[in-house]
C-alpha cells in the first residue's frame, strides 16, 4: 500500500504504542513521519523516532498546514487528553478541514476515565473529522507512571489500513466461513482436518479494509483474527454448529463466502465417558455425514450472491465445475492441495475462480491476503451487476 501517513505523538503513552505501530505502518509499504511535541521527546527522543520510521521527525507545535495537507492520513496514537485538547480546540478547526480523512485518534485514557458513556460523549464533541479508535476496557501497566487504557497495535493498524483502502465493498453485508470443524468422538478425542482458517480470515480482513460487514463464523482456527472493528467473529465447533450459525444470520447478508474446510463426516454417538482402548489391534468408529453447509444454502430459493472453495488433489477442474453446479454456487474457487505452497498451512494459495456462467480465471500463486484481494475483485464485479 502506498501513502503518506503523519503520526502525532504525545506524552509517556507513546512509550505503549509508537515504535510497534511505526513498524507495523513501514510493514504495510507506507511513508511515515512522526510529529512529536514536547513532552513526547521527554520519553522517545526524535532520533528514535526517526530511526523507526526512517524520516526526520516534526515538531508537532511547527507543523505547517502544508504539511499537514499533504499527508493521506493523520493519526494520534496514542492521544494524551492534552493532544485532544488540543486538535479539538479552535488553532486546529481549520487544519482538519483541510485534511484528506477524518484524523485516526486512539486515546490513551487513565482507567478512572473509562467510565460508562465518557467514549461516546469524547465521539460526539470530536465530531465527523475525526475517527475514534477505542481503547481496550483493561487498563496496560506503564512501569512506575501507572497504567493506561488504550486501543492494540492491531487495532490502529488496521484502522489506519482501512481509512486509505477504497472502501468499494461498502455495500457488502458478507457472511464467512472459515476453519476446520471438530467432530467431538469423546471428552478427549475428535475428527478434524489440517485447515488453520488463514484464508476465511484473509478474505474477512480484506473485505473488512474494503468497507464490507463481515460475519466470520469459523471453527477452532489456529490463525487469529485481527480484530477489526468491521468484521464480527462467532466461533463454532461441529459442522451441525457451523450450519446452524450459518442458518441463522443468512437473510443479514447479500454475500456470502463458505470456505470452511468442514468435516464431511462425525462420529455418529458422542460417549460422555473416554473411550476405553480394548485388547483388539483395531479399532473402528462409526462415522455419519454431516450437513453440507454449502449446498443446503446454495438450494434455499432465495439466498445471497455465493462463493464456494473445493480443495482438491486430482481432476481438479472437473471436481471443481461439479461442484460449482451441484452446490448451486455463483463462484467456486479450486485449489490443488497437493501443489507445493498451496492448500493448507502455508501462507500463499494458488486458485482458480470458476463462474456459474462459464469461464474462468486463473490466479497466480500469490500470497493469501492477495489471493483474497483477487477473489473480492472477481466477486464485486459480478455482485454489482447481478444486483
Ligand atoms: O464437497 P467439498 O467438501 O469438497 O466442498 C467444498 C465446499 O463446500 C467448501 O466451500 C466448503 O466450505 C463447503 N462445505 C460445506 N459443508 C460441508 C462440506 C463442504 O459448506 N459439510
Given at each position: 500500500?502506498?501513502?503518506?501517513?503523519?503520526?502525532?505523538?504525545?506524552?509517556?503513552?507513546?512509550?505503549?504504542?509508537?515504535?510497534?505501530?511505526?513498524?507495523?505502518?513501514?510493514?504495510?509499504?507506507?511513508?511515515?513521519?512522526?510529529?512529536?511535541?514536547?513532552?513526547?521527546?521527554?520519553?522517545?527522543?526524535?532520533?528514535?523516532?526517526?530511526?523507526?520510521?526512517?524520516?526526520?521527525?516534526?515538531?508537532?507545535?511547527?507543523?505547517?498546514?502544508?504539511?499537514?495537507?499533504?499527508?493521506?492520513?493523520?493519526?494520534?496514537?496514542?492521544?494524551?487528553?492534552?493532544?485532544?485538547?488540543?486538535?479539538?480546540?479552535?488553532?486546529?478547526?481549520g487544519?482538519?478541514?483541510?485534511?484528506?480523512?477524518?484524523?485516526?485518534?486512539?486515546p490513551?485514557?487513565?482507567?478512572?476515565?473509562?467510565?460508562?458513556?465518557?467514549?461516546?460523549?469524547?465521539?460526539?464533541?470530536?465530531?465527523?473529522?475525526?475517527?475514534?479508535?477505542?481503547?481496550?476496557?483493561?487498563?496496560?501497566?506503564?512501569?512506575?507512571?501507572?497504567?493506561?487504557?488504550?486501543?492494540?497495535?492491531?487495532?490502529?493498524?488496521?484502522?489506519?489500513?482501512?481509512?486509505?483502502?477504497?472502501?468499494?465493498?461498502?455495500?457488502?453485508?458478507?457472511?464467512?466461513?472459515?476453519?476446520?470443524?471438530?467432530?467431538?468422538?469423546?471428552?478427549?478425542?475428535?475428527?478434524?482436518?489440517?485447515?488453520?482458517?488463514?484464508?476465511?480470515?484473509?478474505?474477512?480482513l480484506?473485505?473488512?479494509?474494503?468497507?464490507?460487514?463481515?460475519?466470520?463464523?469459523?471453527?477452532?482456527?489456529?490463525?487469529?483474527?485481527?480484530?477489526?472493528?468491521?468484521?464480527e467473529?462467532?466461533a463454532?465447533?461441529?459442522?451441525?454448529?457451523?450450519?446452524?450459525?450459518?442458518?441463522?444470520?443468512l437473510?443479514?447478508?447479500?454475500?456470502?463466502?463458505?470456505?470452511?474446510?468442514?468435516a464431511?463426516?462425525?462420529?455418529?454417538?458422542?460417549?460422555?465417558?473416554?473411550?476405553?482402548?480394548?485388547?483388539?489391534?483395531?479399532?473402528?468408529?462409526?462415522?455419519?455425514?454431516?450437513?453440507?453447509?454449502?449446498?443446503?444454502?446454495?438450494?434455499?430459493?432465495?439466498?445471497?450472491f455465493?462463493?464456494?472453495?473445493?480443495?482438491?488433489?486430482?481432476?481438479?477442474?472437473?471436481?471443481?465445475?461439479?461442484?460449482?453446479?451441484?452446490?448451486?454456487?455463483?463462484m467456486?474457487c479450486?485449489?490443488?492441495?497437493?501443489?507445493?505452497?498451496?492448500?493448507?498451512?502455508?501462507?500463499?494459495?494458488r486458485?482458480?475462480?470458476?463462474?456459474?456462467?462459464?469461464?474462468?480465471?486463473?490466479?497466480?500463486?500469490?500470497?493469501?491476503?492477495?489471493?483474497?484481494?483477487?477473489?473480492?475483485?472477481?466477486?464485486?464485479?459480478?455482485?454489482?451487476?447481478?444486483r
Amino acid at each position: 500500500m502506498r501513502g503518506k501517513v503523519i503520526v502525532l505523538a504525545d506524552g509517556p503513552a507513546v512509550l505503549l504504542r509508537v515504535p510497534a505501530l511505526l513498524n507495523g505502518l513501514r510493514a504495510a509499504g507506507l511513508s511515515v513521519t512522526v510529529a512529536s511535541s514536547e513532552s513526547a521527546n521527554i520519553f522517545m527522543p526524535p532520533l528514535a523516532y526517526a530511526a523507526l520510521s526512517g524520516r526526520a521527525s516534526l515538531s508537532l507545535s511547527a507543523l505547517s498546514d502544508e504539511q499537514l495537507g499533504e499527508a493521506d492520513l493523520v493519526m494520534a496514537v496514542p492521544a494524551s487528553l492534552q493532544l485532544l485538547d488540543l486538535l479539538s480546540g479552535e488553532d486546529w478547526e481549520g487544519r482538519l478541514q483541510a485534511l484528506k480523512r477524518p484524523l485516526l485518534i486512539a486515546p490513551a485514557l487513565l482507567p478512572t476515565d473509562m467510565q460508562p458513556g465518557f467514549l461516546d460523549e469524547l465521539a460526539a464533541r470530536l465530531g465527523s473529522r475525526f475517527a475514534l479508535v477505542r481503547p481496550s476496557a483493561a487498563a496496560e501497566p506503564l512501569g512506575a507512571l501507572g497504567a493506561l487504557c488504550v486501543a492494540s497495535v492491531e487495532q490502529c493498524l488496521e484502522a489506519a489500513l482501512t481509512a486509505l483502502t477504497p472502501p468499494d465493498c461498502r455495500d457488502m453485508r458478507l457472511l464467512i466461513t472459515a476453519g476446520p470443524t471438530a467432530e467431538d468422538a469423546d471428552p478427549a478425542r475428535y475428527v478434524t482436518n489440517r485447515s488453520t482458517g488463514r484464508m476465511g480470515v484473509a478474505l474477512a480482513l480484506k473485505a473488512a479494509r474494503r468497507g464490507a460487514k463481515v460475519l466470520l463464523i469459523h471453527g477452532p482456527m489456529t490463525w487469529p483474527v485481527p480484530p477489526h472493528a468491521g468484521i464480527e467473529c462467532c466461533a463454532v465447533r461441529s459442522a451441525q454448529q457451523m450450519y446452524e450459525a450459518v442458518m441463522v444470520r443468512l437473510s443479514e447478508h447479500n454475500a456470502a463466502i463458505l470456505c470452511a474446510a468442514v468435516a464431511d463426516y462425525r462420529p455418529v454417538a458422542y460417549s460422555r465417558e473416554k473411550i476405553k482402548k480394548g485388547q483388539e489391534s483395531t479399532f473402528s468408529l462409526l462415522l455419519q455425514r454431516t450437513p453440507d453447509i454449502l449446498a443446503a444454502v446454495g438450494a434455499l430459493p432465495s439466498r445471497p450472491f455465493l462463493v464456494g472453495f473445493a480443495a482438491e488433489t486430482n481432476e481438479v477442474e472437473a471436481n471443481a465445475r461439479e461442484k460449482l453446479y451441484r452446490k448451486g454456487c455463483d463462484m467456486l474457487c479450486a485449489n490443488d492441495i497437493s501443489e507445493a505452497g498451496s492448500g493448507f498451512a502455508v501462507a500463499t494459495n494458488r486458485v482458480t475462480v470458476h463462474f456459474r456462467d462459464g469461464g474462468c480465471q486463473e490466479l497466480p500463486m500469490q500470497s493469501k491476503l492477495d489471493v483474497a484481494d483477487a477473489i473480492l475483485d472477481l466477486m464485486l464485479a459480478r455482485w454489482q451487476s447481478a444486483r
